[in-house]
């Protein structure tokens, strides 16, 4: 069974700096592309960023609204994937979610999610 | 970015009634589009990918249908767990999308 479970959410002050961590368990890990996603407190889902494996050089993509303060990594041998989050912003608030990525053919979407983990960026 | 806009935002119907919710994409996205599932305090559940494919374990009371700019998730005979939120999002291009949401409300 594939299982994502998310940790490190916390209540941070603005211009503060967090990671988290999304620990997989149930599926061969390193086959696979890493994506985050994140919700505002009553509000819809906005992606994140994406970390592609090993054979894809590790790249990554990002949302224009944390390019730059986020940054996306994994740790294959660990089975986890990271997301480091700097420079805090009150609008940065919401739950985060890891959420695998599945590939059927030309269709990579997202089929599995952790249960989330919540950040709280206040002063 | 492409935009995605989901109708109707909410929704309000009866057990054993079929909906249908769309999403319009502000540009062709083929096919690349997967319909969520989510219910308070949960995470989203894949319900259709490629617009039309369904996701293994899912009932088929659940159908999805369009290409290009405009798709629609049917939900056959609503059952009580049917109720929650529903989400549309595009994986065509970075950044990944995602509709506003509907919610599917219990009459």
Redesign the interface.
Known sequence: EVQLVESGGDLVQPGGSLRLSCAASGFTFSDHYM?WVRQAPGK????VG?IRRKPNSYTT?Y??SVKGRFTISRDDSKTSVYLQLNNLKTEDTAVY?CARV?V??N?????S????TLVTVSS | DIQMTQSPSSLSASVGDGVTITCRASQDISN?L?W?Q?KPG?????LI??AS?L?SGVPSKFSGSGSGTEFTLTISSLQPEDFATY?C?Q?KN????????TKVEIK
């Open positions: 994506d819809g889902l906005e992606w994406r993509e949302a224009a979610y599945l059927q053919g269709h990579y979407y997202f089929d999610w952790g249960q989330g | 690349f997967v969520f989510q949960k995470a989203p559940k894949s990918y490629g494919s996701q989400y999002q994986y970075f950044p990944l999308t995602f509709g506003g949401g």
